[in-house]
């Protein structure tokens, strides 16, 4: 498609249930990134692929979350056992390359843990 | 530690008139800067580039300004419209990775 298309556009969990977010990049793209802001605050980087390769993840939290672009299938993004402190908005992008060509935003989910 | 900041939270233009925001970067690796525009509710847009090695690009009623000494760059808006009211938010890129956002400027283009 020509979006990005995250789902689902919110989502509630109680503190420890698992929380899952999807990303469709736009087609054609190979790079993906996922950002979290939070509190209308800074976007903070969580990690970035390459196709179905891991690319850059030094932003994941080292626990709970997980993320995987398979082929032929969203992309997702994984919060095991969520806490309060993960309320916030889950931004997903892609773009064509790493040649400076921007990042194209979904509108994001957000996620409330109560 | 804020690589990239931008310092004023909020600016207020009359609708006609250049609205100036403006960015401070801290990292001299930084290879691309990119400002985007965020309405409520939706995720950011792309507005509008500069390569490290140039010094001013220009897109229609945006300039990006970029000084490399100062290690500074600056988004213009002229004339300003209301339908530029959104938050703005400058980033930086190193090899083209990932973005290193600022905290956004509000702007209110006032009619």
């Known amino acids: 498609g020509e979006e990005v298309a995250q789902t689902p556009k919110h989502l509630v969990r109680g503190e420890g249930q698992k929380a899952k977010l999807y990303c469709a990049p736009i087609?054609?793209?190979?790079?993906v990134f996922w950002y979290q802001q939070v509190l209308k605050n800074e976007f903070k980087f969580l990690i970035s692929?390459?196709?179905?390769?891991?690319?850059?993840e030094t932003g994941m939290p080292k626990e709970r979350f997980s993320a995987k672009c398979l082929p032929n299938s969203p992309c997702s993004l994984e919060i095991q056992a969520t806490k309060l402190e993960d309320s916030a908005v889950y931004f997903c992008?892609?773009?064509?390359?790493?040649?400076?060509?921007?990042?194209?935003f979904g509108n994001g989910t957000r996620l409330t843990v109560t | 530690d804020q690589q990239v900041k931008q310092n004023s939270p909020s600016l207020s233009v009359q609708e006609g008139r250049i609205s100036i925001l403006n960015c401070d970067y801290t990292?001299?690796?930084?290879?691309?800067f990119l400002w985007y525009k965020k309405y409520p509710a939706e995720g950011p847009t792309f507005l509008i580039s500069i390569s490290s090695i140039k010094d001013k690009n220009e897109d229609g009623r945006f300039t990006v300004f970029l000084n490399k000494s100062a290690k500074h760059l600056s988004l213009h808006i002229v004339p300003s419209q209301p339908g530029d009211s959104a938050v703005y938010f400058c980033?930086?890129?190193?090899?083209?990775?990932?973005?290193?956002f600022g905290a956004g400027t509000i702007l209110r283009v006032k009619s």
């Open positions: 980033a930086a890129s190193l090899r083209g990775n990932k973005l290193v």
């Open positions: 992008a892609s773009s064509p390359g790493t040649d400076g060509s921007p990042l194209h």
């Open positions: 087609k054609g793209h190979s790079y």
């Open positions: 692929f390459q196709n179905e390769n891991v690319f850059d």
């Open positions: 990292n001299s690796m930084f290879d691309y």
